[in-house]
């Protein structure tokens, strides 16, 4: 397959676009390599990606109606693997305009290129933190997701409904996948596992946010990669006839673990203990996370299992090797 993937300089963009290379399709990737965290990340993951025949780089900004129309215009492709937005819950408190940007203007420039070239599927980024304050644990898909506490979790729910709305007019088949706190090796600077590693090897004190009382489900990279290829091969139908061909499914590990217990599994890695620093809860973060991953087995016969002590050894192993500490 011939596949335009977005967000492809970013951590699990440059995940997947290995993967589909790996398997002999051809891959044009895009991203803005916008300065959120460190550039120079962003282009160590490409550099491996170019220098491999099956992969083409457009520095590309999705919010660029004029350039997204042109790329559509110029080249054909089976299926758009869509990964570029702004990510972070915290991020979205001090700067919604980049949230507006990317993941809402950016994605109906998606849809919109989609539906021009009348696509056989598009398969794009949801997010847990849809789930907002739900008590109700695992987290299953029939749930209500009315009430979002970010912007960025608000953002990523619109996408839901947007993808929907093109799914019925047009019949483009779309699915969404909700990840669960991705992880491991070239992984995002912003997210807690990276910096809580990175401070713990700098002998600083990490920030334990309500105070330790917190559960993630965290899932391994490769996990997620197999399951969002499966996804992609298989393009959504409708679940009733005469429905749209329009799903969202979580990808999860099924398994939270306590913050603390986390901090244990990294210490543990590190061979270290973590100057902790017990603070308050912060504004649009969400205390538990729980996927139930029942419909995605149901639908490709996966659901990701890797235990988080071997994902956090395997990520420990890169960042010590990356950064030569
Ligand atoms: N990592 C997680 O735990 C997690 C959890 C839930 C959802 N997600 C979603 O998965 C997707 C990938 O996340 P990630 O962890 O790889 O994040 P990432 O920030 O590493 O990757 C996103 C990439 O998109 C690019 N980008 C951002 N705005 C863009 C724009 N307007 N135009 C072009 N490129 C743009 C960035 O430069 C970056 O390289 C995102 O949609 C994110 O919201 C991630």
Not at 4 to 23: E, K, S, V
Not at 47 to 53: F, G, H, K, S
Request: neutral net charge; proline residues 5%.
């Amino acid at each position: 397959m011939h596949i335009l993937l977005t967000g492809a300089a970013g951590f699990i963009g440059a995940h997947t676009a290995q993967r589909l290379l790996a398997r002999g399709d051809t891959v044009l990737g895009i991203d803005n390599l916008n300065s959120y965290y460190a550039v120079a990340l962003k282009q160590a993951r490409l550099a491996p990606l170019l220098a491999q025949a099956g992969f083409s780089f457009e520095p590309l900004d999705v919010a660029d109606r004029a350039a997204m129309a042109a790329l559509f215009a110029r080249q054909r492709f089976d299926a758009v693997v869509h990964l570029a937005a702004q990510a972070g819950v915290r991020y979205s408190i001090t700067h919604p305009e980049a949230y507006l940007d990317s993941n809402l203007t950016g994605f109906g420039h998606i849809l919109e290129g989609c539906r021009a070239q009348g696509l056989g599927h598009l398969v794009y980024a949801s997010s847990s933190s849809v789930y907002g304050g739900n008590t109700k644990m695992p987290f299953e898909e029939s749930d209500p997701v009315d009430h979002p506490v970010s912007l960025y979790a608000a953002t990523k729910k619109a996408n839901e409904l947007m993808a929907h709305t093109y799914s019925h007019l047009y019949r483009l088949p779309t699915t969404g996948l909700r990840f669960f706190t991705v992880y491991g090796p070239w992984g995002r600077p912003d997210m807690a596992y990276f910096s809580f590693t990175r401070a713990v090897l700098e002998g600083r004190p990490i920030q334990v946010f309500n105070h330790g009382h917190m559960k993630r489900d965290f899932t391994y990279i490769d996990d997620i990669v197999e399951g969002l290829l499966r996804v992609l091969d298989k393009p959504a139908t409708a679940e009733k006839a005469g429905g749209a061909p329009c799903r969202v499914f979580n990808i999860g590990n099924q398994d939270p673990v306590a913050l603390m217990e986390f901090i244990g599994c990294i210490e543990q890695a590190l061979g270290r203990e973590a100057i902790k620093e017990f603070l308050p809860m912060q504004d649009g973060d969400v205390p538990a996370t729980y996927a139930s991953t029942e419909a995605l087995q149901r639908w490709v016969g996966f659901a990701p299992s890797t235990p988080l002590q071997d994902g956090i050894h395997r990520f420990v192993r890169w960042y010590r090797d990356y950064h030569a500490v």
